[in-house]
């Protein structure tokens, strides 16, 4: 029951209603992820008249995050290459590293020094800072 409610009425849960309806009316699975992500695009390769060029889409395993989209999958959803990793020998290079999740608004957020938020007291201002006051 939990997981029809948040189909019906969430959208950065797996997807959404039109989301799961248009990829079984016009989408062709393509692969999968380590993530668990799937992987659809167009039935047949079909250009769009739309945008110009086929439609391409990830239905997330859980929560709806784009960082979570390994970086094998993102050329190919941006339309940089057009062979999806699961028809290529795909090798990652070793400047690329594994997904970490953005930190933002938690407590593992980045707070350097001189923050509002960071731990201890804020420096004291050193006198290079002159305040603007308007001219009369």
């Given amino acids: 029951m939990k997981s029809f409610l948040l189909l019906l009425f969430t959208w950065w849960h797996r997807q959404s209603w039109g989301t799961m309806v248009t990829t079984w009316l016009y989408g062709e699975p393509v692969g999968e992820d380590e993530f668990g992500n799937r992987y659809y695009r167009t039935k ?3 250009i769009d008249k739309a945008v110009g060029f086929e439609r391409r889409w990830v239905v997330f395993s859980g929560y709806a995050e784009g960082s ?3 970086p ?3 050329g190919w959803m941006h ?3 057009d062979t999806p ?3 290529q020998n795909y090798t990652p290079r070793a400047w ?3 997904h970490r999740p953005n930190p933002t608004g ?3 957020a980045i707070r350097p020094s001189g923050s509002t938020l960071a731990a201890g007291r ?3 201002a050193t006198g290079d800072y002159k305040a603007w006051t308007p001219e009369r």
Avoid: E, F
Wanted: proline share 21%; net charge positive.
């Fill in 96 to 98: 690329q590293k594994p």
């Fill in 106 to 108: 938690t407590p593992a």
């Fill in 79 to 81: 339309h940089t290459v």
């Fill in 122 to 124: 804020r420096p004291k």
């Fill in 85 to 87: 990793p699961t028809q």
């Fill in 72 to 74: 094998s999958w993102h």
């Fill in 44 to 46: 047949g390769g079909k």
């Fill in 68 to 70: 979570t989209i390994p």
